[in-house]
């Protein structure tokens, strides 16, 4: 009997959280086939098996957290699944060879989300199409399902010139009076129907990306004093810069969106607060000001909001930036960011993109003292010199503290210093950009 361990997922990572098995007590299993999820620093990565054989026993049950090193599952090699006396059968051919489909689908970059939904539907993943990335995804295995509409009866209406059955003469018409005291009388009341079941409600398991986000934001809720302050942005000269530069970001294969330019401007801002890029050590009854600026940039994913590490951003230029945001967006929607990624961040922003909103409170990612909320930009009717009232773009940024390290007035002017370098944006060509 094979003992499955644990094995070391990345640099520092001590245990891992079961997310889900993917195969289970008496399925076989190829070598390098996929074998479980493991969630770790908010990445999930699929473990495979280091043999071929047959799962004999899970020894951790999904939703556990293991240290590195632990025995979680038990394999019958192959050798011995092939001499066994009673072969089980799961849904594997009777000869014993292992489904040629799985070791294709093993091969295919996918999401856990759009495996674990094309296993439950039965869809092959060699049959899906791939999005523009080269991923298979949860939305791309729906298309590939497709409507399912079911083939329901219909019932031909019945209409006051319908057909009386043979022999039956039609009833003669109704008086006035008749018709007068049937106007008069109250409806019936209308006809119950038949009770019905109450529709089933469903179970989602609260593990994984899931358990760990409600970890970090009940952390930083519990732990830090929030305060939160808005400020409204004038963007019109940002607009027609990232206008002007936005077709030579193009030529070099690069989107060029305003969020570059809203890092630069609060690196700049940090560096002239360096109360803001800090950490409180409360064991040591320290503070802490990181010397580095790493950004973290919020990320929606399939399982939730993810923090992938804009590292050194003081050190990358407005393209360089953008194409970092990119590859790290990536890898964080495909399950494939590595924990240098995902952790070490000294300041995050989090950005709505086009839903934006008027203003939020964005929770701290704590243990830092600092986030930034983005919002859209929107058309709004302004004043201009002469109190002529006339079209203008605005932004509104959201900003949360700790306010056990920061104070209010240092929160506000760090605010102010970020507003002032993305109101005249050629104040960061100025400042080295």
Same mark, same amino acid.
């Given at each position: 009997?094979?003992?499955?361990?644990?094995?070391?997922?990345?640099?520092?990572?001590?245990?891992?959280?079961?997310?889900?098995?993917?195969?289970?007590?008496?399925?076989?299993?190829?070598?390098?086939?996929?074998?479980?999820?493991?969630?770790?620093?908010?990445?999930?990565?699929?473990?495979?098996?280091?043999?071929?054989?047959?799962?004999?026993?899970?020894?951790?049950?999904?939703?556990?957290?293991?240290?590195?090193?632990?025995?979680?599952?038990?394999?019958?090699?192959?050798?011995?699944?092939?001499?066994?006396?009673?072969?089980?059968?799961?849904?594997?051919p009777r000869n014993g060879?292992?489904?040629?489909?799985?070791?294709?689908?093993?091969?295919?970059?996918?999401?856990?989300?759009?495996?674990?939904?094309?296993?439950?539907?039965?869809?092959?993943?060699?049959?899906?199409?791939?999005?523009?990335?080269?991923?298979?995804?949860?939305?791309?295995?729906?298309?590939?399902?497709?409507?399912?509409?079911?083939?329901?009866?219909?019932?031909?209406?019945?209409?006051?010139?319908?057909?009386?059955?043979?022999?039956?003469?039609?009833?003669?018409?109704?008086?006035?009076?008749?018709?007068?005291?049937?106007?008069?009388?109250?409806?019936?009341?209308?006809?119950?129907?038949?009770?019905?079941?109450?529709?089933?409600?469903?179970?989602?398991?609260?593990?994984?990306?899931?358990?760990?986000?409600?970890?970090?934001?009940?952390?930083?809720?519990?732990?830090?004093?929030?305060?939160?302050?808005?400020?409204?942005?004038?963007?019109?000269?940002?607009?027609?810069?990232?206008?002007?530069?936005?077709?030579?970001?193009?030529?070099?294969?690069?989107?060029?969106?305003?969020? *570059?330019? /809203?890092?630069?401007?609060?690196? %700049? !801002?940090? #560096?002239?607060? $360096?109360?803001?890029? =800090?950490?409180?050590?409360?064991?040591?009854?320290?503070?802490?000001?990181?010397?580095?600026?790493?950004?973290?940039?919020?990320?929606?994913?399939?399982?939730?909001?993810a923090v992938p590490v804009?590292?050194?951003?003081?050190?990358?230029?407005?393209?360089?930036?953008?194409?970092?945001?990119?590859?790290?967006?990536?890898?964080?929607?495909?399950?494939?960011?590595?924990?240098?990624?995902?952790?070490?961040?000294?300041?995050?922003?989090?950005?709505?993109?086009?839903?934006?909103?008027?203003?939020?409170?964005?929770?701290?990612?704590? *243990?830092? /003292?600092?986030?930034?909320?983005? %919002? !859209?930009? #929107?058309?709004? $009717?302004?004043?201009? =010199?002469?109190?002529?009232?006339?079209?203008?773009?605005?932004?509104?940024?959201?900003?949360?503290?700790?306010?056990?390290?920061?104070?209010?007035?240092?929160?506000?002017?760090?605010?102010?210093?970020?507003?002032?370098?993305?109101?005249?944006?050629?104040?960061?060509?100025?400042?080295?950009?």
């Open positions: 009997m094979y003992e499955f361990k644990l094995p070391e997922i990345g640099e520092g990572v001590i245990e891992g959280e079961i997310v889900r098995w993917l195969k289970r007590p008496g399925e076989r299993v190829s070598a390098n086939e996929g074998l479980l999820e493991v969630m770790t620093d908010k990445a999930t990565v699929e473990i495979p098996s280091p043999i071929g054989g047959t799962v004999r026993e899970h020894t951790a049950a999904e939703g556990d957290i293991c240290p590195v090193g632990t025995v979680i599952a038990r394999l019958s090699p192959e050798e011995e699944t092939k001499t066994a006396a009673k072969p089980v059968s799961h849904g594997v060879d292992a489904n040629p489909a799985r070791g294709r689908e093993a091969k295919i970059l996918a999401t856990p989300a759009a495996r674990a939904l094309a296993r439950e539907r039965g869809v092959d993943l060699t049959s899906v199409d791939p999005d523009e990335h080269g991923r298979v995804t949860k939305r791309t295995v729906l298309g590939a399902i497709g409507p399912r509409v079911a083939n329901v009866p219909t019932t031909p209406p019945t209409t006051s010139g319908a057909a009386l059955p043979a022999g039956k003469p039609a009833s003669p018409p109704a008086s006035r009076a008749t018709v007068a005291t049937q106007a008069a009388s109250p409806p019936p009341p209308p006809r119950r129907s038949r009770a019905r079941e109450e529709p089933a409600d469903t179970y989602i398991p609260f593990r994984g990306m899931r358990r760990r986000i409600a970890e970090s934001v009940k952390r930083a809720y519990s732990n830090a004093v929030h305060f939160t302050y808005v400020e409204e942005i004038d963007v019109e000269r940002l607009v027609r810069l990232r206008n002007e530069a936005k077709d030579a970001a193009k030529e070099q294969g690069v989107s060029l969106t305003y969020l *570059p330019f /809203v890092v630069k401007a609060v690196i %700049h !801002a940090l #560096r002239k607060f $360096p109360i803001v890029n =800090a950490e409180l050590d409360e064991r040591n009854a320290r503070i802490i000001l990181k010397r580095r600026y790493h950004i973290g940039i919020a990320t929606t994913t399939e399982h939730g909001l804009l590292r050194d951003a003081d050190q990358l230029s407005l393209l360089d930036i953008s194409r970092e945001i990119s590859r790290l967006g990536d890898a964080t929607r495909a399950g494939t960011a590595t924990s240098s990624d995902l952790t070490g961040s000294t300041f995050s922003i989090t950005s709505l993109g086009l839903l934006g909103g008027m203003h939020a409170t964005p929770i701290l990612n704590h *243990p830092e /003292v600092g986030i930034l909320g983005v %919002h !859209a930009i #929107r058309r709004v $009717p302004v004043f201009d =010199a002469n109190d002529n009232v006339v079209p203008g773009r605005r932004m509104n940024l959201s900003i949360s503290f700790d306010h056990r390290v920061v104070d209010g007035f240092e929160g506000a002017s760090f605010l102010h210093e970020i507003k002032r370098y993305l109101e005249d944006p050629t104040l960061l060509f100025l400042a080295g950009i």
